[in-house]
């Protein structure tokens, strides 16, 4: 069938409404790792680390805290 020979039928709408969009619990595992990190004061740590390797122009990056614990989970 070529393109545009359909004519009986018309796109839905797309927009999905996040209000009506389930909520999961969150993981313990998580809540858990971030409380002891935030506790630990990574987020300063890796911060402090990282600041002569980044420039201020151009996009802003994804934080660095933020950036090593998708590494992590990603890794485990």
Do not use: W
């Not at 709408?13 to 990574?42: I, K, M, Q, W």
């Amino acid at each position: 069938m070529g393109m545009g020979k359909r004519a009986d039928s018309l796109q839905q709408e797309f927009r999905v409404a996040t209000e009506s969009l389930a909520c999961a619990p969150l993981h313990v595992l998580y809540d858990r790792l971030n409380g002891l990190l935030a506790e630990a004061g990574f987020n300063r740590f890796v911060e402090s680390s990282c600041e002569a390797y980044y420039n201020e122009a151009g996009r802003p990056s994804i934080p660095q805290g933020t950036y090593i614990r998708m590494l992590l989970m990603g890794y485990f």
